[in-house]
Each structure stands twice: as C-alpha cells, then as structure tokens.
C-alpha cells in the first residue's frame, strides 16, 4: 500500500493485510524468536543476517513454479474476506524506529517513544535488519535508489503488513514501511515485498510529475483537487503521470470504461459503506482483476498485477486480467527485471 506522509489514505493504497494480501496470521517461519506453528510447513529465513545473493540468472525462464505458486497461494487465500479484515485496518500504529537507507544499508537508528508492550519489538534490531536485507536480496540494488528511509511500526497481528510512501524529508524519495508483528511468513512477506516494489516502479519520479503542493499540504483537499483538474491523465495522488508512464498507459488500456463506477464507490465516505460496494465492484468486474484487492484503485491494480507478472506463469487466457499481467511483457526492460527478481525468489527458497 501507499501511504501519504501523516499515513493517511490517498488514491493509491498497497499492501494491506486484509484479502488478497498476506491476510492470514502472521506465524514464525522466518524468526526463531517468536514460536507459533504454522499448518503448512514452508521454507524459512536464516535467523542471522545472511549475505546478500545476487541474480546470476537472467534468462526469461528462470522458474520455481512450485515455490512461486506457493507464495501466490498463501498471499491470496482469503479472497471475498476483504470486509470482515477491514474492520482490523482500522488500528492505531505505532512507529518503532527509523532507518536512513544508505545502499544496501540502513544505519542511524531514531527510535520513538512506544509503549511498553511495544518494546521488545523496538529493541529487535536482528529482526528488523533481516527484514531490510531480504528486500535487498530480493530487489536488484538499482532499482532501490528511491529509498531513503526504512521503519519498523507496527499496528497488531494481521492488519497492514507494508506500505511506501514518500519520504518526510525528500518529495522525490521513498519510504519502506514493514510491520515487524506481521513480517514472519515468508511467502506473504514475499509477494508484499514485491508488491511494494510495484509501487515504487510505477510511481517514481520517472514516471510521474511529483506535485509539491499536494506534498506540502497532504490533508488540503482543494489543493489536491485543483491538482487532479489540472492532470490531463491519470493523477496518482503524488503527482501528474507522464504519458508514456506505466501506470497512465496501463490506466488508460483498462480502466477507463469503469473508472466513472468505480469514482463513485471511492467517493462513499462511510468507511463500511465503501468497501461493501467495493466488495461489490469486484464481484461485478472480477474477470478484470488478479485479486479482489486490486479494484481498490488503478496503483493498487497495477501492483497487483506486477506481482503476478513477477510470480505467475506467463497467463494464455483472454481474460483482462490476464491481459493486466501480459501488460509488463511488452516491455523488455521489465521482462529482464522479472528474471532478477524472480531467480532471487527462487534462490531464497532453495536454501
């Protein structure tokens, strides 16, 4: 998911804990620390800091259909739940620490005032660090130049597992935000990672034209509607798209003879109301997306597509949500990136 600065909802939301994404309780398949079986057994994390693997493998059919499916399968288990979740997205988080992000590493720790239940999750730097170096090893060092800055919050069990948003410091970077109580199953945390890296590829400042006043007033609704007027494409909710961008040319292939629908369910203020009709959205439209997460807006439907494209076989279907994810395979520069990224998958789950 996306996130404005204050972590308000914007147009663009990710990785939500609910439905689609990685919505089951958290179990301790990557940390030793925090015991709770899981019923299916699945592959773990090394408990110390491993050192980063790089891609060698840039063929396009690098695979591990066994792992990938997996991984899609526990992300995405709990569809048509998306209501009874929401209602859990609804809790307070808590920021534990801030990283600066300096390469592939995160260094000067500000930590914040937590509550004591929240402690031992602030002081669990080895947790933390791994988690940081899993998106490193899953994510080509290129493409992480967006980062400047990493936290650890946390908002309960089984709500949001990750966001991005961009930083409080820099309109032009980047924020990786990852709950420490939700980030112990790996295949979940896999395909969110992946999914936020979406995010950042679709909505970097190569892609769109970062609107300063909607970043400098976030909570001024008619700063950020003279900004949308004034967008002839798609307005991501940071910025402007450029024409040739991704999201505005995947907006603009799919969403158009829904969007005005769609408008209306996003308008509903009724924080119940609105999902229940989203819920409805999708069941109306759901030959036309990956996950019943995706409809909740074009960013979120192309993350979700991205994920698919990145883990999914390469889909024969007609469907439009196939057509979502035969999207990125007319960019060769992305069909590259899929092979990096998914031989890392591949690697780490071969351990």
């Known amino acids: 998911m996306t996130f404005t600065r204050h972590s308000k909802f914007i147009f663009v939301i990710a990785a939500l804990l609910f439905s689609t994404l990685a919505c089951r309780a958290a179990t301790s398949l990557i940390f030793p620390d925090t015991p709770a079986p899981s019923p299916v057994p699945v592959e ?15 063929s396009s059919d690098v695979s591990c259909p066994v792992i990938t499916d997996k991984i899609i399968t526990d992300s995405t288990s709990g569809e048509g739940d998306a209501s009874g979740n929401e209602a859990n997205s609804n809790a307070d988080e808590t920021r534990l620490v801030l990283y600066t992000v300096n390469g592939d590493d995160i260094q000067d720790p500000q930590y914040d005032a937590v509550a ?12 933390q660090a791994e988690i940081w170096k899993y998106f490193t090893r899953l994510i080509p060092h290129d493409q992480r130049a ?81 900004e949308v007027a004034a967008c002839p494409r798609y307005f991501t909710g940071e910025g402007c798209s450029n024409s040739d961008s991704y999201i505005n040319i995947f907006f603009e292939r799919f969403w158009p003879a829904i969007y005005a629908e769609w408008q209306k369910v996003d308008e509903i203020k009724n924080d119940d109301t609105r999902q229940n009709k989203l819920d409805d959205f999708y069941k109306t439209y759901q030959d036309q997306f990956v996950t019943d997460y995706a409809p909740t807006n074009p960013a979120e439907d ?12 390469k889909p024969e279907g007609a ?29 780490e789950f071969q351990k």
């Not at 773990?44 to 840039?58: K, N």
């Not at 192309?302 to 076989?313: D, N, Q």
């Open 319 to 347: 469907s439009i949500a196939n057509k979502k994810i035969l999207f990125f395979y007319e960019y060769p520069e992305l069909v590259q990136l899929r092979s990096q990224i998914l031989n890392s998958v591949c690697v």
């Open 116 to 127: 004591k239940k929240f402690v031992a999750e602030q002081k669990d730097l080895a947790t």
């Open 44 to 58: 773990t994390l090394p408990p110390t800091i491993a050192p980063t693997l790089e891609a060698t493998e840039t």
């Open 302 to 313: 192309i993350a979700e597509s991205w994920a698919f494209f990145i883990l999914a076989p």
């Open 146 to 226: 967006l980062l400047n800055s990493y936290s650890i919050f946390t908002d309960g069990k089984a709500n949001y597992l990750a966001s991005v948003n961009q930083s409080d410091s820099d309109p032009l970077k980047w924020e990786l935000n990852v709950d420490i109580a939700d980030a112990s199953q790996k295949t979940s945390l896999t395909f969110t990672m992946i999914h936020e890296f979406g995010h950042l590829l679709t909505l970097n400042p190569t892609q769109m034209n970062v609107s300063l006043p909607v970043y400098n007033h976030p909570d001024d609704t008619k700063i950020y509607d003279a």
